[in-house]
């Protein structure tokens, strides 16, 4: 079988062998490195028009963004407002965009605009086209934000006051500082939408904003390094040191980051268009769950509260009590596990500046971490608060997989029985639910499949079910992989495919294409689908390697006629944590018609928690 290594795209005619340059769309995206503290967009106004590099947080929801400021080059006349200021703007050339630099020409002001990022960083390279003056605008958005001009620096310092939709405490401030290359030539501050050319701070109960005036008669380059800390302006200060290089270096170092990152997977396809989807949701999930974290001088780890208001000491992660995540932070499980040490970490932290995880936490993260990772010196602290905190004792079906977790963690703790019956009872409150044969109710009891299979009447029954949902267009990847519990794998290989290009949410891509999906996170268990590739090689953290082959794999072949795993026939509809993380290869013989013998028995079932219970 002839096969070309896809592992990179073609960029101006040529086949490029990296993985950064397999990402769809980078002028639409985001620009910043792996789990980095900010992230940098393009700023439009109403009509696609350039407004400046924007310094972002949240990619998972916009509305909720927080301390977002924008830098922006303009050309012969003072202007502040985005309607004065936007330019039309173009990119020359694929390569003038990366996940980590972005690069783009503003035909309004005769300027090439350039960013590249770092983790807490931007460097900015402006040049201009034989201007008459030359300007930089920045513009901090929100009422009571702080900007103040230092000449004798060649610097602006300030604060944005964007608090993540009213969730921040009242004394949040996204502190920045922004050096340039040159002394000023012109000064102005903006209060409230005013150009004060006599001002050198702004600070009132509008919006804030400064600008800045250049001499570029000897044709190099503006260069302004841009810094930001939740902490102060001297942490900022301290921050700098990440943009000391040149421009074209840091590109560079961001640019190696991803690779280091997105090529923990090497995928082998035909399709440039597959490899292009996988890549691009790869990156999209190292995205979705940003660092709040900093450095100290003595390289020890800080960071600012969101819940207490104060500087503490260690890891923070924002979006990591998000319960829609926890796919993500599966994947980061597997493949990036010293990272998610420190996202453990930071949820230790929010109980301890908070005394609780908030509403959303699901406490399928402890027990899939504790399963799987480390066993965690606040373990049995963070037992007390996850059954306090993250259950609800009300009568919602949708508890029952929390109640399951929280059992599942207390096992392992050691707790009594006594103390653990009430979650035990409550992990099987879906079977009070009246409305089993909707969607939402079948991924209610993950943890129970066969349960829930019993509840509706029996697999047949089950099945049926399941066949009228995805007769009727149903799109929800999870549902399925149930077919796997109810004696019709074949029908979870073809369906896995046949959804894949419409999973909007990364990390299940991810999986889905690689060909196990974590239905049940907390199990410790994969369940199968159909590999979207003709192989893939992932390099985990250990230095052990998954081998997936799938011979005979095309657009027609979606069915598994045989597995093996580690060269034995393999007749399972799951892979173990634990299988992997010592390395394995997972070899398939895809065909076009289903094997409707393999899988079938019930040993090779997944997880349920009506076995566990029934001692099997």
């Given at each position: 079988m002839l096969t070309v290594l896809i592992f990179g795209a073609c960029n101006n005619g040529k086949t490029s062998s990296v993985p950064v340059d397999m990402i769809e769309n980078l002028h639409d995206q985001y620009v910043g490195v792996p789990w980095g503290m900010n992230l940098w967009q393009i700023r439009n106004d109403n009509e696609a028009k350039f407004c400046g590099f924007c310094q972002s947080h949240d990619m998972t929801d916009?509305?909720?963004?927080?301390?977002?400021?924008?830098?922006?080059?303009?050309?012969?006349?003072?202007?502040?407002?985005?309607?004065?200021?936007?330019?039309?703007?173009?990119?020359?050339?694929?390569?003038?965009?990366?996940?980590?630099?972005?690069?783009?020409?503003?035909?309004?002001?005769?300027?090439?605009?350039?960013?590249?990022?770092?983790?807490?960083?931007?460097?900015?390279?402006?040049?201009?086209?034989?201007?008459?003056?030359?300007?930089?605008?920045?513009?901090?958005?929100?009422?009571?934000?702080?900007?103040?001009?230092?000449?004798?620096?060649?610097?602006?310092?300030?604060?944005?006051?964007?608090?993540?939709?009213?969730?921040?405490?009242?004394?949040?401030?996204?502190?920045?500082?922004?050096?340039?290359?040159?002394?000023?030539?012109?000064?102005?501050?903006?209060?409230?939408?005013?150009?004060?050319?006599?001002?050198?701070?702004?600070?009132?109960?509008?919006?804030?904003?400064?600008?800045?005036?250049?001499?570029?008669?000897?044709?190099?380059?503006?260069?302004?390094?841009?810094?930001?800390?939740f902490i102060s302006v001297e942490q900022a200060e301290n921050n700098l040191a990440e943009v000391q290089s040149d421009f074209d270096a840091i590109k560079e170092a961001g640019i190696k980051k991803w690779n280091n990152a997105l090529g923990h997977v090497k995928v082998n396809s035909r399709s440039k268009e597959k490899s292009h989807s996988f890549y691009t949701h790869l990156y999209k999930s190292l995205l979705s769950i940003p660092s709040e974290f900093e450095y100290d001088r003595e390289g020890n780890p800080i960071h600012y509260s969101p819940y207490n208001g104060l500087v503490c000491e260690g890891y923070m992660f924002h979006n990591i009590d998000n319960e829609n995540l926890k796919t993500d932070l599966t994947l980061m499980n597997l493949l990036y596990p010293s990272t998610y040490a420190k996202m453990q970490e930071s949820l230790a932290n929010t109980y301890h500046e908070s005394g609780k995880f908030g509403n959303t936490i699901d406490p399928s993260f402890f027990v899939d971490a504790f399963k799987k990772t480390t066993k965690g010196a606040d373990a049995d602290y963070l037992w007390d608060a996850v059954k306090y905190d993250s259950y609800s004792q009300d009568t919602d079906a949708r508890q029952a997989y929390k109640g399951w977790c929280i059992y599942r963690l207390g096992k392992m703790l050691g707790r009594s029985d006594t103390e653990l019956n009430t979650f035990a009872e409550n992990a099987l409150r879906y079977e009070k639910n009246d409305s089993i044969e909707t969607p939402v109710a079948l991924l209610l009891a993950v943890h129970d499949v066969l349960g829930l299979i019993d509840s509706a009447g029996g697999k047949d029954a089950f099945n049926h079910v399941l066949d009228t949902f995805f007769s009727n267009n149903y799109k929800f990847t999870p549902a399925a992989y149930l077919y796997n519990y109810s004696g019709m794998p074949w029908k979870s290989q073809h369906l896995s495919r046949e959804l894949l290009d419409k999973e909007d949410d990364n990390a299940s891509y991810v999986f889905a294409a690689l060909g196990f999906y974590p239905l049940c996170p907390g199990s410790e268990q994969y369940v199968i689908g159909s590999p979207n590739f003709e192989s893939a090689e992932i390099s985990l953290e250990n230095g052990k390697k998954i081998i997936i082959e799938a011979a005979n794999n095309n657009e027609k072949n979606h069915y598994i006629s045989e597995m093996k795993l580690n060269g034995k026939v393999y007749d399972d509809n799951y892979l173990t944590h634990n299988q992997l993380l010592q390395g394995a290869k997972i070899e398939y013989q895809m065909s076009g018609i289903p094997n409707t013998k393999r899988g079938c028995d019930a040993s090779n079932t997944p997880y349920s928690f009506s076995n566990e219970i029934a001692g099997l």
């Open positions: 916009t509305t909720a963004d927080y301390g977002r400021f924008t830098i922006m080059p303009i050309s012969d006349n003072v202007s502040f407002e985005e309607s004065d200021r936007a330019s039309e703007f173009s990119i020359a050339n694929p390569s003038d965009i990366s996940p980590c630099h972005y690069r783009a020409y503003l035909s309004a002001h005769h300027v090439l605009a350039e960013l590249t990022a770092t983790e807490r960083c931007a460097q900015c390279r402006f040049t201009y086209d034989n201007p008459k003056e030359a300007y930089v605008v920045i513009d901090a958005f929100e009422d009571g934000s702080y900007l103040s001009i230092v000449p004798e620096e060649n610097k602006i310092v300030g604060f944005s006051t964007a608090g993540n939709a009213g969730k921040m405490p009242d004394n949040f401030r996204n502190y920045f500082v922004i050096k340039f290359d040159r002394p000023f030539t012109y000064t102005a501050t903006v209060n409230d939408g005013k150009i004060d050319s006599g001002s050198l701070s702004s600070e009132n109960e509008g919006k804030a904003g400064a600008i800045v005036g250049f001499a570029t008669a000897d044709g190099k380059p503006l260069v302004a390094r841009v810094a930001s800390s």
